[in-house]
């Protein structure tokens, strides 16, 4: 096992009914900018209880966070916090409110120039102070509830990029399973398929004996699997929403990452579809990993088969054919959730893949756990999805 530290902070509030005890975790003299999406909460309910929570607080809202965040709207947001001398935030909604939220918190104390340099100009760029922000958490998938990522896309430039910083940690999190009752499936399947591949960016890489690490991946791997099919039949069963949604925070929030390699190309790659062509974030994923896998087969040949066996119950006395089974397996359990993943279910070809080539080429990065994924190798994978 590698070397690690490891801190997770944040607190979880997990359970029916548990969004009316945010009032103990913010101060009753903060000043609180509720910050939300497209209005999805004022649909199911949400929004009625965090008013209902909030009635004794100072309290402003700002809404209209799109999935996939643009940098240009959350600069407004940042502006509202400084006309209003915002003290707290309370980000209600998916893994695009959240992260529009960490970013827009740093934002607002960021003095070293344009705040997009926080995610154009890293490691040059060092965030030293943040607001403090809660979350309520509606659509389970990215985990960004219990982490310290964020990503976020500049609409002029098109372009999709990340940033993590101790400071972005939300100060508590509510996972009520109930508020997930009304995502529409195709969100369900989404967030299913983020969790899976978040697993699979921390543990398809090569052994290094971590077998904590890994029987707790293969673990919310098998949730995934027999969970996310039955959310999709009976969609208001709580308790599988409840596993989903733990299974998901889990998949991200640092705990599986400890000590092994990781890996990220396939997001990486999955985020310039994205960004040029605006299919949602699972989607791009369900495309790029499985190209990801028959490209490295080699260098991941020995948890590509440990996948097989443990995740999938999968058996052969040929490792060529377990390898390709599994790649198979994982694939299949994409169509089981019903998402597509091929460039051409997209309407996506070849000046696809040499858009997202000339982007990687300019750019000179160097993907996935031995840093052996550039360019031409990306453009090798694309050509795997036509
Ligand atoms: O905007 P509203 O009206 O709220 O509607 C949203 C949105 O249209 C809707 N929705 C959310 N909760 C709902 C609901 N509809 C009905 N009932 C509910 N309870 O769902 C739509 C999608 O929401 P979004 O927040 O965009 O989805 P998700 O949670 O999948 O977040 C995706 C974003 O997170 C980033 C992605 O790149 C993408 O920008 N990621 C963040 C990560 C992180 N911070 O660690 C890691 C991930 O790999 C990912 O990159
Ligand atoms: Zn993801």
Redesign the pocket.
């Known amino acids: 096992m590698n070397n690690f530290a490891f801190v997770n902070p944040v607190k979880i509030l997990f359970g029916k009914n548990m969004i009316s005890e945010i009032t103990k975790e913010i101060p009753s003299h903060y000043k609180v900018l509720v910050i939300?999406?497209?209005?999805?909460?004022k649909k199911?309910g949400?929004y009625d209880q965090v008013k209902n929570a909030l009635k004794d607080y100072q309290w402003f809202e700002f809404s209209g966070?799109?999935?996939?965040?643009h940098y240009e709207t959350c600069m407004q947001a940042v502006e509202v916090i400084k006309q209003k001398n915002i003290d707290y935030i309370l980000a209600v909604?998916?893994?695009?409110?959240?992260?529009a939220t960490k970013f827009i918190v740093a934002a607002a104390c960021f003095e070293e120039g344009d705040p997009w340099r926080i995610l154009a100009d890293k490691p040059n760029v060092v965030i030293n102070k943040a607001l403090p922000f809660g979350t309520i958490l509606?659509?389970s998938?990215?985990?960004?509830e219990m982490?310290a990522?964020?990503?976020i896309t500049k609409k002029e430039t098109l372009e999709?990029l990340?940033f993590s910083s101790s400071l972005v940690y939300p100060k508590f999190s509510v996972l009520d399973p109930s508020?997930?009752f009304?995502?529409?499936p195709v969100?369900i399947s989404?967030?299913v398929i983020?969790s899976f591949v978040?697993v699979i960016e921390q543990y398809l890489t090569y052994p290094v004996n971590g077998l904590l690490q890994d029987f707790m991946a293969e673990s919310i791997l098998k949730v995934l699997i027999i969970d996310g099919p039955k959310a999709l039949k009976d969609p208001l069963n709580y308790d599988i929403r409840a596993n989903l949604m733990w299974a998901s925070t889990w998949a991200?929030n640092g705990w599986i990452a400890c000590g092994v390699p990781q890996d990220w190309s396939t997001?990486l790659i999955g985020?310039e579809l994205?960004a040029f062509y605006g299919i949602d974030?699972?989607q791009t994923l369900a495309i790029v990993l499985p190209g990801v896998m028959k490209l490295q087969k080699e260098e991941k040949k020995e948890k590509i088969l440990r996948l097989g066996r443990e995740v999938f119950s999968l058996q052969s006395d040929s490792t060529e054919e377990l390898i390709n089974d599994s790649i198979t397996a994982v694939e299949s359990f994409f169509h089981s959730m019903n998402i597509k993943t091929r460039l051409s279910d997209y309407n996506l070809g070849d000046d696809a893949i040499q858009k997202i080539y000339d982007r990687m080429e300019k750019r000179e990065w160097k993907l996935g756990e031995h840093k052996n994924i550039t360019a031409n190798e990306v453009k090798k994978i694309l050509e795997l999805r036509k």
């Open positions: 939300y999406g497209g209005g999805s909460i199911n949400v966070i799109e999935p996939n965040p909604g998916g893994g695009s409110v959240i992260d509606t659509l998938a990215t985990a960004s982490n990522g964020a990503v999709k990340s508020v997930t009304t995502l529409p969100q989404n967030g983020d978040h991200l997001h985020h994205t974030h699972a």
